[in-house]
């Protein structure tokens, strides 16, 4: 169940534990979200883990969207908790506009995890007879063995922007959309923002794609829309190109009207 910002209930997730183990289940892991797709939502992670904790559950955080928040001293309050997931994953590639893909899976591991699930042992990739501690390694901890160094690329943005550059993106894509949100929007102040008209549930199904037909024939912009429960389709803004403008998005909210 979640609550009416689109957040996971820990009273709910509890009991839910608890009617699955009453039924013979066996519950091993609690998925939990920050940055949903849709409303970017961000799941209360103390309170949830207090719970995994309770259940001896093993904790994940979908951060692919959210994670970037812990840049910023204004919103990484949206985090709180994440220090006792078991492991996160996080796409510096959506917020921070990395160059695509940059995805990372973090571990609080001492069972040396990846190397257990991932490791084919093929001698003829990693020996094993090496003048150094090979469980440095990590070829063979990897999905991906011998492809594109993902980290790279954020390493070389780091480098380049520095934290306090991170930290000016996440604080400015959450001040555009909230601008965006205190005049029309219809979900929380994060960076997603939901936007609909005055229509009926029913009439939202159809009057999104006919506008978002409108704007993609006259060439203005390209901006998505879904469903949200039963309320009908919504526009739904993502924002975080570091080169948008105030200007930007009154333009994207102006062209909404006129089309």
């Not at 970017?40 to 309770?54: H, N, Q, R, S, T």
């Not at 070389?156 to 205190?182: I, Q, T």
């Not at 006259?218 to 403008?245: E, H």
Request: charged fraction near 20%; aromatic fraction near 10%; charge should be positive.
């Amino acid at each position: 169940m979640i609550d009416y910002r689109g957040r996971m209930d820990p009273v709910d997730l509890d009991e839910k534990i608890k009617l699955a183990k009453s039924q013979g289940a066996v519950p091993f892991l609690v998925s939990c979200t920050c940055g949903t797709t849709v409303r970017g939502a961000f799941d209360p992670l103390d309170l949830i883990a207090d719970v995994c904790e309770k259940h001896k559950l093993w904790m994940h955080v979908d951060a692919a969207w959210g994670g970037s928040v812990l840049f910023s001293k204004q919103h990484a309050h949206l985090m709180k908790g994440v220090n006792r997931a078991n492991s996160v994953a996080w796409n510096p590639h959506k917020m921070l506009a990395t160059g695509l893909q940059c995805s990372a899976l973090l571990l609080q591991d001492t069972m040396n995890l990846l190397r257990n699930c991932h490791s084919a042992n093929a001698t003829y990739l990693f020996q094993q007879d090496k003048f150094y501690d090979v469980k440095f390694d990590v070829g063979d901890k990897s999905v991906q063995c011998s492809r594109k160094v993902d980290c790279l690329k954020f390493w070389l943005m780091w480098k380049a922007v520095g934290s306090n550059g991170f930290a000016d993106r996440v604080d400015k894509a959450f001040s555009h959309a909230g601008k965006a949100y205190s005049c029309y929007a219809t979900s929380i102040p994060t960076s997603n923002v939901t936007l609909r008209g005055t229509q009926s549930a029913e009439d939202h199904h159809c009057v999104a794609p006919v506008i978002k037909e409108r704007m993609m024939k006259q060439g203005t912009m390209m901006v998505g829309y879904q469903p949200l429960g039963n309320k009908g389709n919504f526009f739904r803004l993502v924002v975080f190109s570091p080169v948008l403008s105030q200007k930007d998005m009154d333009f994207v909210i102006d062209e909404i009207e006129r089309l």
